[in-house]
């Protein structure tokens, strides 16, 4: 299958200058040769011109919340570059209901039957899956390619070189990133993950949203319309 794969990929231009760093590492232009031939032999998600998608739609100079994922959905045609959305039209994932659920609950929003989130991206919400590709129908597949050194960076960098940034790490994986994170510049928030499997062990009732918001206007601001 052929495949139009870009010799370079082009992210917006605060990203590039605040991890270039990292873009010309030997481990980043590796982790880049092992990504492309993935997507020359394997049906992988999301489209490869979506992989940066989250970082296109949210600049570095405008990222206030962080909203961390594992890896994108596995199932065609639902990941779309950024953690927790699908397209529109895409069925609802059970992660994005409960996700609506706790915002409608908190925030007094009507449930949104959308689960595209580029709406909140262009706001400043930074949707950051750690492992940014996957192969169709095999979850977690794309563990081991290095791009979970790529997003700590990100990760790091945001908390070096920006204040008063929300991170919103949900369950043991996300949990686990916040040793990144300079809790005296930034305000980390954590609870279980919006899975189905674990919403009811403190997802719902986290109240993530409101105090986020509460967090930026005593930050001079602005909120988040979620």
């Not at 200058?17 to 980043?28: G, I, R, V």
């Not at 040769?33 to 570095?60: H, Q, S, T, W």
């Not at 929300?166 to 510049?185: C, T």
């Amino acid at each position: 299958m052929t495949r139009n794969l870009e010799n370079k990929i082009d992210i917006e231009t605060g990203w590039k200058n605040a991890l270039k760093s990292t873009f010309d590492s030997m481990c980043f232009l590796s982790l880049m040769r092992g990504v492309k031939k993935e997507y020359l032999k394997k049906e992988v998600c999301p489209e490869f011109k979506n992989i940066f998608r989250a970082f296109d739609l949210c600049p570095f100079s405008k990222v206030k919340i962080v909203i961390l994922g594992q890896d994108p959905y596995h199932n065609k045609g639902q990941a779309d570059g950024l953690s927790f959305s699908v397209p529109l039209g895409t069925s609802l994932p059970p992660s994005l209901k409960n996700i609506y659920k706790e915002i409608s609950s908190d925030c007094g929003i009507e449930n949104k039957t959308s689960g595209d989130l580029s709406v909140l991206a262009k706001q400043g919400v930074l949707l950051l899956n750690s492992i940014l590709t996957v192969r169709a129908h095999s979850p977690a597949s794309h563990r081991d390619l290095g791009w979970e050194g790529f997003t700590d960076e990100v990760l790091k960098t945001l908390s070096d070189k920006k204040n008063n940034v929300v991170f919103m790490l949900w369950g043991n994986y996300a949990k686990n990133k916040k040793s990144l994170i300079d809790k005296d510049k930034h305000l980390v928030l954590e609870a279980a993950h919006p899975s189905p499997f674990s919403a009811y062990g403190g997802f719902f009732g986290c109240k993530h949203f409101s105090k986020s918001n509460k967090y930026l206007k005593a930050n001079k601001k602005t909120t988040i319309k979620w």
